[in-house]
C-alpha cells in the first residue's frame, strides 16, 4: 500500500545525531508553531505551552538541566536546530476553559448567548481533578497529542526528530521558571537534520508490529 501519510510515517525514525551545521528555516518553523497550535485536545482544552529554545543561552540552560540524570539525551541540546519544551498545565481551571469559550465566541463557533452552555464540556475537566484541584494526568496526556501531530509535520517536511522523555523535569521547571509559569514539562523535542557520518538509526529498517497483532476490525 501507498500513500503520502504511510510515506511521512515511514520515513520518520529517532534521530540519534545532528549535524549542528544545519538549521530549520524560519518558513518551516512557522509551518510547525501554527501545526502545534492547530492540534487536537479534549473538548478543545489546549491546557499546553509550547517552548521553543533556539538560541545559544536558551540552549546553554537546557543544556544544564542534565546535570543530575539523562545525560544521553544532553548532546542533542546543542547539535540540534531547535528544542521544543512541550509542558502542560497540573491544574487546569474553569477560568483557563473560559478562555478557550471565550475565543470560541471571537471566531464565532459559539453565540455569546449561548457561553454558559459551552461550559459543558468542563464536566471532563471536574471528572479528571482530584480533591486538590490537580489534573495533570489528563493535561499531559493533551499534550502528547499535539508531540503526535509536530512528529508527522516534521515527517512531512523532511525534518529529523527526537522525542525526549529523558529529562529533567524538576530542573527544567527552575531553569525555564519564568517561561513556563506554574506550567509542567515532561518531555521534550529536539528537531534538526540528522549527522550523515554519526546517525546510527538513519538507515536502520523499521519495526513495528504487525497488523494482526494490533489491530481488530469488528
Same mark, same amino acid.
Given at each position: 500500500m501507498t500513500h503520502t501519510i504511510l510515506s511521512d510515517l515511514n520515513s520518520r525514525y529517532t534521530t540519534k545525531r545532528y549535524d549542528p551545521s544545519k538549521k530549520v528555516s524560519p518558513e518551516n518553523m512557522q509551518i510547525i508553531y501554527e501545526a502545534m497550535r492547530l492540534s487536537a485536545s479534549s473538548i478543545n482544552s489546549q491546557p499546553w505551552k509550547f517552548i521553543v529554545i533556539e538560541s545559544e543561552q536558551a540552549k546553554q540552560r537546557m543544556h =544544564?538541566?542534565?546535570?543530575?540524570?539523562?545525560?544521553?539525551?544532553?548532546?542533542?541540546?546543542?547539535?540540534?536546530?531547535?528544542?521544543i519544551l512541550f509542558a502542560y498545565n497540573p491544574r487546569y481551571t474553569r477560568e483557563d476553559y473560559a478562555k478557550v469559550v471565550d475565543k470560541s465566541i471571537l471566531d464565532k463557533r459559539v453565540k455569546l448567548e =449561548?457561553?454558559?452552555?459551552?461550559?459543558?464540556?468542563?464536566?471532563?475537566? =471536574?471528572?479528571?481533578?482530584?480533591?486538590?484541584? +490537580? +489534573?495533570?494526568?489528563?493535561?499531559k496526556a493533551q499534550t502528547y497529542l499535539a508531540l503526535g501531530n509536530t512528529l508527522h509535520t516534521l515527517a512531512r517536511l523532511g525534518i529529523d526528530s527526537t522525542t525526549m522523555e529523558g529529562v529533567d523535569s524538576e530542573m527544567i521547571g527552575k531553569a525555564f521558571e519564568k517561561e513556563l509559569k506554574g506550567y509542567q514539562c515532561d518531555v521534550a523535542l529536539a528537531i534538526g537534520y540528522h549527522h550523515i557520518d554519526e546517525d546510527y538509526n538513519v538507515n536502520l529498517p523499521k519495526s513495528r508490529l504487525s497488523t494482526e497483532d494490533v489491530l481488530q476490525v469488528l
Open positions: =544544564d538541566t542534565f546535570i543530575n540524570k539523562f545525560q544521553f539525551n544532553q548532546p542533542h541540546i546543542k547539535s540540534c536546530s531547535h528544542v =449561548d457561553r454558559e452552555q459551552a461550559f459543558g464540556g468542563f464536566a471532563f475537566v =471536574d471528572i479528571n481533578t482530584n480533591e486538590k484541584g +490537580n +489534573n495533570a494526568h489528563w493535561t
